[in-house]
């Protein structure tokens, strides 16, 4: 079956460097989507990416998919301690959001 | 406007017993999926409901089974229950264009299963 990989499992950074995080799928995907989950919490949506090649920025954060639609990043410029949990990409295979693969997640410590 | 909303928020069940999660959609959605996420794992995809109907399945055994209503609530129900099915259970909906659109998934908080 289809398997989403992310590295790192775990990283921790101070306060004001910069994250990335890298997923990879064994397939193809017809889209990537980025969630956040803070601990004790659920995941949150952060962004849809479609497009090979496609970048979108939200504020610090900036999204990337692939050439060949088969991996993605993730990428925090400056963190800030608000910026800790875990952040899992979910390959969408189907074309239809109806079954979602999620990664293995990346979990973000920052401290000051 | 309320988002996603599941009951109970936890749960402890001993092995051999049945439970029954509920979830209601945010308003104006009509898609309900259901995901497990076990402990320090990603979420895995159970099933998706759409039009009282499930549509998509991920690789669960029958003994999970699920079900959605006219107002397009869901509940998810666990047959048997055994320890390894301890896991905070996520339910998420969407409104689909059609039945082949992708759209914005948002997740509920979980109901947290314990099975002893």
């Known amino acids: 079956g289809q398997q989403v990989m992310q590295i790192p499992q775990y990283q921790h950074v101070q306060e004001g460097e910069d994250f990335t995080t890298y997923c990879n799928s064994s397939?193809?995907?017809?889209?990537i989507q980025w969630y956040k989950q803070r601990p004790g919490g659920h995941p949150v949506f952060l962004i849809q990416l479609v497009k090979s090649g496609e970048v979108k920025k939200q504020k610090r954060l900036t999204f990337q998919f692939g050439e060949a639609k088969k991996n993605s990043s993730l990428h925090i410029t400056a963190t800030q301690t608000t910026d800790v949990g875990t952040y899992f990409c979910a390959g969408d295979h189907t074309g239809t959001a109806s079954k979602l693969t999620f990664g293995t997640g990346t979990r973000l410590q920052v401290t000051l | 406007d309320a988002g996603v909303t599941q009951s109970p928020t936890h749960l402890i069940k001993t092995r051999g017993q049945q439970v029954t999660l509920r979830c209601s959609p945010k308003?104006?959605?009509?898609?309900v999926s259901w995901y497990q996420q076990a402990l320090g794992q990603g979420p895995q995809f159970i099933f998706q409901?759409?039009?009282?109907?499930?549509?998509q399945r991920g690789n669960f055994p029958d003994r999970f089974s699920g079900h959605q209503f006219p107002n397009y609530s869901s509940e998810l129900n666990v047959n048997a229950l055994l320890l390894g099915d301890s896991a905070l259970y996520l339910c998420?909906?969407?409104?689909?264009?059609?039945?082949?659109?992708?759209?914005?998934?948002?997740f509920g908080p979980g109901t947290r299963l314990l099975v002893l």
């Open positions: 397939t193809t995907l017809s889209n």
């Open positions: 998420a909906s969407s409104f689909k264009l059609t039945l082949y659109s992708a759209e914005t998934q948002y």
């Open positions: 409901y759409y039009e009282e109907e499930e549509r």
């Open positions: 308003s104006g959605h009509d898609t």
